[in-house]
């Protein structure tokens, strides 16, 4: 019953560590695994490229798509792609994203005696936020979530502040711009000495968001409206007399300008005299793209196939204190947010129909070394996560993120390490001493060291000639693969080994120790291999990589050391065993002695007794030897007595008369 007890206990100890692998195994796959990109790559061109939201320009078909998911909001979870380009001067971008309702008209409605305006400001929305020399914090990780407060949205201390594009489909679109304004800390707007802006602006749900500075009187929302004497609005005041189509949906400052379009005299009827028409539609807004800062960027956006296009341009360097300005041997973080038939309001919750992003992404500047530039921008990136972890004392998720960076790295290591030897090494000296203690000094120092080798792919920075020793190390740093992989080949053989010995339950526990202990190099093997060849799933086996493996064969050696134990027990009781054998067979060789005393006593009286036998035996046979010679001397007389007889006998007939004798007698 004892060792049925023993061996149950054993049985589940096992089957409770190779499930706890199986589930940090998973886990590790799970975040191992190859992630979805989060680099927005604008490739350089020499094309021109013209903003109308077809992109149909043959630079755009090599440019690289990222896939951003928005969640919630009333447009729902969609994939928001985007792609980039630029030149000496723009950037460009190219947006798409499913939406299958076309919210960009607001329009006044004759219903044959009065005018009705647009039951709500609701449109479709995109905005893009950059954070300005990276001034708000926990941004580049979490992106615009981090600027949400309650029923405000806005930064968190004066210094921090947001470059925000917010393309309006009904305000800007037709104009063809996209709003430029920027997002502070600000709470309060002072209406009197702020008259540029609008009092919907003004209100409380628009605190933080400002435009740009413009140099014309621009407003946001520019009503096309008349007021009766109690100032209500009664109807629109400008209409288009030859607008058709999408034309007569959308009404522009220029069409005004040019007498496009023209007022309104009379509510109930056109200007060349005609009723109104029943359903006839005028648009609410005057769209009015503004001079200066606050009208810096072209866009315009294109609705076809359930799905808005939207193009954009804008300087990559505009002078502007308020926009963020784009150096292109540097990276950038930014979020996405989707407006479905929203009003857009600062207060972003899911009410208002806004889906954003959850984390923030990064833009780059393509050319020369852009994969290996893409991948230091995502290593870059989960090291400032890292430091959001640090900031919260969350030292385990920060050492997670950076064994994820290091996953990234261990991608390019080798690219890396022919670029720049001594880089290479300062880089893995940084992996080492950020998990080792992971500091915001010991992370923001790898940080550094990784955007110099973006710069030093890019061609912006001359690397150092590598010295003998460093070259040294980077051909081990290549051979070590191989010598890795071949202690991994080699670690087969015992772990076979040990997989047959445990059938043998006197040594199933000191087999099950060996094999825990052998597995890590058979591992770290494939680990090498999964880095060399570019695997995720077999990188995440390394432990230089893996936070998770090391987790998991730290738990199967603690487990190992148990298990070890219980194999040094089974090593005692085979010995314990083998003395006590050894006791009995000592005891049996004792009685064999005897034994042997004895039979050899028996055995020398037995010779004795056969030795007289023998000499008895050899009298008797020497005395039938003696008869036997008696005997054949015997025959030989009777012989010759017969012959003399038969002779005699032979003679008397010869003579006539018989002889009456017995040749026996």
């Not at 550094?448 to 912006?460: H, P, Y």
Request: glycine share 6%; proline share 3%; charged share 25%.
């Amino acid at each position: 019953m004892k060792y049925y007890n023993k061996t149950y206990f054993f049985n589940a100890t096992v089957t409770l560590l190779i499930l706890l692998f199986v589930i940090l195994s998973t886990a590790s796959v799970a975040v191992g695994a190859e992630k979805r990109s989060t680099i927005l790559t604008a490739e350089r061109i020499s094309e021109p490229i013209v903003i109308d939201g077809y992109a149909n320009e043959s630079s755009w078909a090599a440019a690289r798509i990222l896939t951003v998911p928005v969640f919630d909001g009333k447009v729902g979870d969609v994939d928001v792609t985007m792609d980039a380009l630029y030149d000496d001067e723009y950037i460009y971008m190219h947006i798409t994203w499913p939406d299958t309702t076309q919210s960009d008209k607001l329009l006044w409605r004759y219903n044959g005696t009065t005018w009705l305006p647009p039951k709500s400001t609701n449109q479709d929305i995109f905005t893009i936020l950059f954070n300005i020399d990276d001034s708000v914090d926990a941004f580049d990780v979490a992106g615009c979530a981090i600027t949400c407060h309650a029923d405000r949205m806005r930064t968190n201390s004066p210094d921090e502040k947001l470059d925000m594009w917010k393309w309006y489909a009904a305000y800007d679109n037709a104009a063809g711009y996209m709003s430029d304004r920027f997002l502070d800390n600000t709470l309060v707007i002072d209406e009197k000495t702020r008259s540029g802006y609008s009092k919907v602006e003004i209100d409380k749900n628009w605190q933080a968001h400002k435009n740009d500075a413009a140099n014309t009187g621009y407003i946001v929302e520019q009503k096309n409206t008349k007021k009766d004497r109690e100032g209500n609005y009664i109807g629109p005041r400008y209409y288009e007399p030859d607008a058709k189509g999408d034309d007569a949906a959308y009404l522009t400052a220029e069409e005004i300008a040019r007498g496009e379009a023209v007022e309104l005299r009379d509510l109930n009827r056109l200007n060349d005299g005609r009723a109104i028409p029943v359903n006839f539609t005028v648009p609410a807004y005057i769209e009015e793209r503004p001079g200066g800062s606050a009208g810096d960027i072209d866009a315009r956006g294109v609705y076809h196939d359930d799905r808005w296009h939207l193009e954009l341009r804008r300087k990559l360097v505009t002078g502007n204190p308020d926009d963020i300005q784009f150096d292109t041997a540097q990276t950038y973080r930014f979020s996405i947010a989707v407006n479905d038939d929203a009003r857009g309001s600062a207060n972003t919750g899911i009410g208002h129909g806004h889906s954003i992003s959850l984390v923030a992404k990064t833009l780059e500047f393509g050319g020369k070394g852009s994969e290996e530039v893409v991948q230091l921008a995502l290593i870059r990136d989960y090291l400032v996560s890292a430091k959001a972890h640090v900031n919260r004392d969350e030292n385990g998720l920060a050492l997670s993120t950076i064994s994820d960076a290091l996953g990234v790295f261990n991608s390019i290591r080798d690219s890396v390490a022919d670029m720049d030897p001594d880089l290479f090494i300062k880089i893995r000296n940084g992996f080492v001493d950020a998990r080792r203690n992971p500091s915001l000094e010991n992370i923001n120092q790898l940080e550094s060291n990784v955007d110099l080798a973006a710069l030093t792919f890019q061609g912006k920075r001359t690397p150092p000639e590598a010295t003998w020793f460093l070259k040294i190390m980077m051909l081990w740093g290549k051979l070590s693969i191989y010598a890795f992989v071949a202690l991994s080949i080699i670690a087969i053989y015992p772990i076979y080994r040990m997989l047959g010995i445990m059938k043998r339950p006197e040594f199933r526990a000191l087999s099950l120790f060996i094999l825990i202990v052998v597995t890590p190099i058979f591992l770290e093997g494939l680990g090498r291999l999964g880095a060399f060849l570019k695997i995720p799933l077999l990188q995440n086996l390394s432990f230089t990589t893996s936070e998770y493996m090391t987790l998991i064969w730290a738990i199967a050696m603690f487990a190992a050391l148990y298990i070890g134990r219980i194999g040094f027990n089974e090593i005692d009781n085979t010995l314990n065993s083998l003395g006590y054998y050894s006791s009995e067979l000592e005891k049996k060789m004792k009685e064999l002695e005897k034994s042997h005393e004895g039979l050899e006593l028996r055995v020398e009286e037995r010779t004795a007794d056969l030795t007289a036998s023998n000499k008895q035996l050899q009298d008797k046979i020497k005395e039938l030897e003696r008869w036997q010679r008696l005997s054949v001397g015997r025959e030989v007389k009777m012989k010759e007595l017969k012959e003399k007889v038969n002779e005699l006998r032979g003679r008397l007939e010869k003579y006539g008369e018989p002889l009456d004798l017995d040749p026996q007698d």
